[in-house]
């Protein structure tokens, strides 16, 4: 299977907004703790009550209510993604939970302007998607106040001995756009390469990683 384009990847997450919570929860059947993994990933960003925070690739808000208690009612939360469908969901979700801190943004990752001085940026299974992950990783990286954190959830292919299993995953995850191709998108490398204090942790036995960098304080 071919890398998914841009176009593919819209029509594709059009195609499922409406079920996207549904079908991201049937990962549980086989064991990936994904709810466990977000709280993680946040956990990383190390925020604080009036911070504010910008989501790569928000999808329905799922991290809202995490973000939400990290940064509190006077923090701001941005959430940014290519698809109408996906934000509509996160729309309604922003409206039934009445948050008034959380802005919506339908901008391809690739040429979204950060805000300066952000205090925060994570991606959760999307960056892998976009072909200008390295330049979105940069720019957001120009954005961070010092000291501010840059965190990626995203999946992978194992390189220990369950790489056998690679197929299954690439089977497993593709109605949400992975294919074998992206194995070679690494974006835990960019975090190495613009970042400091960065740690890499793999997760669901290698299937899966989160990637966490720190702003220079003198950058």
């Not at 805000?115 to 990783?137: K, R």
């Not at 194992?158 to 995953?169: I, Q, T, V, Y």
Request: with cysteine.
């Amino acid at each position: 299977m071919a890398i998914p384009t841009t176009t593919d990847i819209i029509h594709l997450y059009n195609r499922r907004a409406k079920r996207y919570n549904f079908t991201a929860n049937l990962y549980y059947l086989i064991g990936f703790r994904e709810q466990a993994y977000r709280k993680l990933a946040v956990k990383r960003l190390n925020l604080k009550p009036g911070d504010t925070v910008v989501e790569i690739g928000c999808g329905t808000g799922l991290n809202f209510p995490l973000l939400q208690q990290a940064v509190g009612i006077r923090g701001r939360i941005i959430g940014v993604d290519l698809t109408d469908a996906m934000l509509a969901q996160a729309g309604r979700r922003v409206a039934e939970n009445k948050w008034s801190n959380v802005e919506l943004v339908q901008s391809d990752a690739a040429s979204f302007h950060f805000p300066d001085g952000v205090d925060g940026i994570i991606s959760t299974f999307a960056l892998t998607l976009v072909p200008e992950f390295d330049q979105v990783i940069k720019n957001g990286v120009d954005a961070l106040s010092p000291g501010k954190r840059w965190v990626v959830l995203d999946f992978k292919l194992p390189s220990n001995r369950l790489a056998w299993l690679a197929p299954l995953g690439i089977f497993i995850t593709s109605p949400f756009g992975v294919t074998r191709d992206l194995a070679n998108r690494h974006p835990w490398e960019s975090i190495e390469k613009y970042l400091t204090r960065t740690s890499f942790e793999e997760l669901y036995a290698g299937f899966a990683y989160i990637a966490t960098g720190e702003k220079r304080g003198n950058s």
